[in-house]
């Protein structure tokens, strides 16, 4: 089995700051992803990547950086928080994207408050 | 690109009551996948069904793929079952997510 591990569990920024979220996972997935939860609603696409050093935009990509320094690795960055913004930010990653064998698999998710 | 509807939008049961959870997609889908997320917030897996009917445990998932649905089924519900079913689609190399059916399972 893997682990997806995201780091910081919680984050408080100020409104302007720019912000980095970290996502590591061990399952030696190609593609790896980024998504946004509101408050009772579903999970919202914010970046993706299906190999090292490779981004593709989501729904949600305004706003937002991403970098996929490793195969491991993921980071996103919120370029300038949003003053009362509140949200759950999830990363997830999976094998064989376009595939019926494909299984997401997430992370415990960073939880983003901004005063 | 794909829409996701889920429904109904909450539940609540009695313990030992089933639950039926919906989920409609309007494009193909490659893989359909129903997730569970605990009321803290982590998601977990918890079958991947693009097509046909698939058990584990006292969940069954069916999907028929042609009319574009999947249900899934979770029998003697426990109250452990509470929190928010959420139904994602893989197609066009892109996976979408439902709103979720929130459940509550009451003692």
């Known amino acids: 089995g893997g682990i997806i591990t995201q780091t910081p569990k919680f984050l408080i920024g100020q409104e302007g700051q720019k912000l980095t979220l970290k996502c590591q996972q061990n399952f030696n997935h190609d593609t790896m992803y980024w998504y946004r939860q509101d408050s009772g609603k579903g999970l919202r696409l914010i970046y993706y990547?299906?190999?090292?050093?490779?981004?593709q935009k989501g729904d949600l990509s305004e706003g937002y950086d991403a970098s996929r320094e490793k195969k491991s690795s993921f980071s996103l960055t919120v370029t300038s928080a949003q003053k009362n913004e509140m949200a759950v930010f999830l990363c997830?990653?999976?094998?064989?994207?376009?595939?019926?064998?494909?299984?997401?698999?997430f992370g415990a998710g960073t939880r983003l408050s901004v005063l | 690109g794909q829409q996701v509807q889920q429904s109904p939008s909450s539940l609540v049961l009695q313990e030992g009551e089933n639950a039926e959870l919906q989920c409609n997609f309007s494009s193909t889908a490659t893989q359909l996948q129903w997730f569970y997320q605990s009321p803290g917030g982590s998601l977990v897996s918890l079958l991947s069904?693009?097509?046909g009917t698939k058990h584990t445990g006292r969940l069954t998932s069916t999907t028929v793929t042609k009319e574009r649905r999947s249900s899934l089924h979770i029998s003697s519900s426990q109250t452990t079952d509470s929190g928010t079913y959420l139904c994602a689609i893989e197609g066009n190399n892109r996976i979408f997510f439902g709103d979720g059916t929130q459940l509550v399972v009451k003692p």
């Open positions: 069904n693009p097509s």
């Open positions: 997830a990653s999976s094998i064989l994207l376009g595939t019926s064998q494909n299984t997401l698999y």
């Open positions: 990547s299906i190999t090292e050093n490779d981004l």
